[in-house]
């Protein structure tokens, strides 16, 4: 499999994992308090980490740090967006279309020749 493959796929479970440890407590535990959130968020982003670390080392093999941390940024917002509104059931604001925009500005930036 390509190291930059590999990377982005990695990268994108580790998201998954963290944006379900620095979110999600807000909506099943907030009755509960906050070292309970605390203790199930640092379990879930164990899981990240096993994800992440690799993902970086495989990744820097054939990315610069910045590419690899703007590429870690992109895919933080693909999973973030579509958590925040399927599972927190937020609205899609017009907000969130021209932060994208804004973000394809510094892919280009950081991946041009």
Same mark, same amino acid.
């Given at each position: 499999? %390509? =190291?930059?493959?590999?990377?982005?796929?990695? +990268?994108?479970?580790?998201?998954?994992?963290?944006? #379900?440890?620095?979110?999600?407590?807000?909506?099943?535990?907030?009755?509960? =308090?906050?070292? !309970?959130? &605390?203790?199930?968020?640092?379990?879930?982003?164990?899981?990240?980490?096993?994800? @992440? $670390? =690799?993902?970086?080392?495989? *990744?820097?093999? $054939?990315?610069?740090?910045?590419? +690899? %941390?703007?590429?870690?940024?992109?895919?933080?917002?693909? $999973? #973030? !967006?579509?958590?925040?509104?399927?599972?927190?059931? @937020? =609205? +899609? %604001?017009?907000?969130?279309?021209?932060?994208? &925009?804004?973000?394809? *500005?510094? $892919?280009?930036? &950081? #991946?041009?020749?």
């Amino acid at each position: 499999m %390509k =190291p930059l493959f590999l990377t982005t796929i990695l +990268l994108t479970f580790s998201n998954m994992f963290m944006t #379900f440890a620095w979110y999600a407590h807000l909506r099943n535990l907030s009755a509960k =308090p906050w070292y !309970v959130a &605390v203790l199930v968020s640092w379990g879930i982003a164990f899981f990240e980490y096993t994800l @992440q $670390v =690799p993902a970086n080392r495989i *990744g820097f093999t $054939v990315l610069d740090l910045s590419r +690899l %941390k703007i590429l870690q940024e992109i895919l933080s917002l693909t $999973v #973030f !967006v579509p958590f925040l509104m399927l599972y927190m059931h @937020q =609205p +899609l %604001k017009l907000d969130y279309i021209w932060a994208a &925009v804004c973000i394809l *500005g510094a $892919v280009y930036f &950081v #991946f041009r020749a």
